[in-house]
């Protein structure tokens, strides 16, 4: 009667093997049958009845005895038997610790019910209450024996039901884990021939997909093992292979029933950056007319880092136009990913000509705002340190060090960068940068003083 945990759950995945020998574990739900017909024959029958009085009220007593021993090794039998079931169940999807301790401690209760069988059928064995002749003090010990018996069924009966209650978190985990599993399998499957059904409308399209369609053949292997079922691959991991056959399958279904539009939108980001790289030869063409203005109207220091924008831009342009080619050919051949990448790369070199193009019109542009009205830039600045300064000085008597110097600091080179503009050719681009430094050194002294009160008032 020891425990065999993996009966129930072949019975639910395949069918059980029969066993050659009968187990010691086994004895009692085999004597069952037989120790109740026996039983149910005591009751009538054609068995005479001799002699009487003291004698037949000890027959009737042991008799009472047996029956009684009986019931309760059936009522045992049918407990040991839902329990195995319950053990089986656990054992089928749980394999903790706590799943172990359960497996050793149904083992050894099989052992104490054996145990006490024995007796039972020892003490059933040992007494023939139909004879005729049977004496009176045999059959008192008969049901003394039998009723020893029966206490001990019933003991053991208590102790095998207070162990089932136990078990009641670790047979629910089970149960959830089994019913999850069949319906998950299924989404497995439905996720699969969805995937298959927006691959072959791609390829109705006029798609090939190869990439997907190799991805959605590696699930092939997978699906065979849902396929032979939780009995040959286990309930976890059947659950865990059903999660990520469901996840792969539908994310390639979401990625064939995107492709026309990705595909569309390679094409339109195709056309979009030959425009604009076109566009972008246009302007480029126009630097050099700005160029020698600048030559013409300042000195080398605010145009000498621009000189070389044309055929840098040129240069630039060329490589993002042999990009464009490539992703070309990579969209024909249906390489998407290559495709996408390549454009990734053809909009960045795009970028950088951009800027360095509009550099040099920008460029222009704010030198001659300065040349004309330095007083302006100079305002700008100036007012952003005295705004900073006041700030500092807020609830203060005095400034804060860490404040105070690079505001200082801030005034001082303020007061060279206005100096260098005296003379004939003024470096003006010099005078901007130091002003936008300056700001920059005073935007940062501002938010210091923030946080710090920030940070104080919490």
Known sequence: MTATPSEPYRSAVGPARRPKAVPPGVLLPLLVPLLLGAFAGSGGGTRRWFGGGRSETQRAE?????????????ELDSAQRDLRISIETITAVDSSPGARRAVDGFAALGRRIDEVSHAYINAVDAHD???DDLEASVASTARGELERARRDLEKVKGELDRFAEGLGPLL??????????APAVERARQALRGATTA????????????????????????????????GTHGVQDTLQR?????????????????LPERAAELDRRLVSLRTRAQALTTRSEQVEPVLSELRRRFTAACWQDLQHVPERAAETVAQAEERMREAAKARDEQRWADATALLATVRALLN???????AAGDRLRRLNEVAGNPRAEIDRTRFAI???????MTGRST??????????????RLDRAVEGLQGRHPDYWHFLTETEAVRTSVARVVAQIREERGGAAH
Do not use: C, I
């Open 352 to 358: 950088s000509s951009d800027e360095s193009v509009s």
């Open 172 to 181: 629910d985990k089970a149960e959830t884990q089994l019913a999850r599993l």
């Open 399 to 412: 400034p804060d060090p860490r404040h105070a110097r690079p505001l200082d600091d801030s005034v001082a």
């Open 129 to 131: 209450l139909d004879r």
């Open 386 to 392: 005295r705004d900073a300064q006041r700030l500092a």
């Open 242 to 258: 059903a999660d990520r056959v469901l996840r792969d399958a539908e994310t390639v279904r979401m990625e064939a029933e995107r």
């Open 199 to 230: 691959l072959d409308g791609v390829r109705a399209a006029g798609l090939k997909a190869d990439d997907l369609a190799a991805r959605l053949a590696a699930l092939g292997p997978e699906l065979t093992k849902l396929n032979q079922g939780a």
């Open 62 to 74: 042991a008799q009472a005895a047996k029956d009684a021993a009986a019931a309760a090794f059936y």
